[in-house]
């Protein structure tokens, strides 16, 4: 009886998981002429389009994208994300991370010249490699934007 009762919560649990799989919300809405279907990146589906006729769609990933933070941008390989984080005070935290450890990391301040923050910045992000026996080397940075803008920093490896 207890084993009847174990195979059929199984079972139960199995339907269900297999249901909300079939549900699993797509990562990308795609509208074409006011159709709207979910597709996921490298998905082909049909789009039945207002006028009756179906059409084969795709969405793909370009190889780099464009990060616009209002007023700065940059390019990036596709398959990184920019998350944006509000520190309160005026500053705003861009953040890019692989899996690696690389880190790209823009604050925007609105209220103060950040200038005199490097060398704090640099000593909290490596903090705990340096406590482990990671060695930090750092040089002073520049680096000229398109529009003829030079940005000074610190770089550390």
């Known amino acids: 009886m207890r084993l009847r009762l174990a195979a059929g919560a199984f079972g139960a649990i199995m339907l269900c998981a297999g249901a909300a799989r079939a549900e699993d919300p797509k ?7 006011g159709v709207t279907v979910d597709i996921d990146p490298g998905e082909d589906i049909d789009v039945k389009l207002g006028n009756g006729k179906t059409s084969k ?3 793909e ?14 390019v990036h390989p596709s398959n990184y994300s920019v998350t944006k984080t509000d520190l309160g005070d005026g500053i ?14 823009v604050q925007k301040y609105d209220k103060m010249n950040p200038v005199s923050l490097n060398q704090l910045m640099l000593q909290e992000m490596t ?3 340096v406590q482990a026996g990671g060695q930090l080397t750092q040089q002073p940075t ?3 934007l398109a529009d003829g803008k030079e940005l000074t920093g610190l770089k550390a490896t």
């Open 27 to 33: 990562a990308f809405k795609l509208t074409i002429d």
């Open 57 to 59: 769609v795709r969405l």
């Open 61 to 74: 990933h370009n190889d780099f994208a464009t990060f616009s933070g209002g007023t700065f941008s940059f």
């Open 92 to 105: 705003a935290q861009y953040l890019m991370a692989s899996a690696l450890g690389t880190l790209v990391v």
């Open 127 to 129: 903090r705990e490699t």
């Open 142 to 144: 520049t680096r000229k």
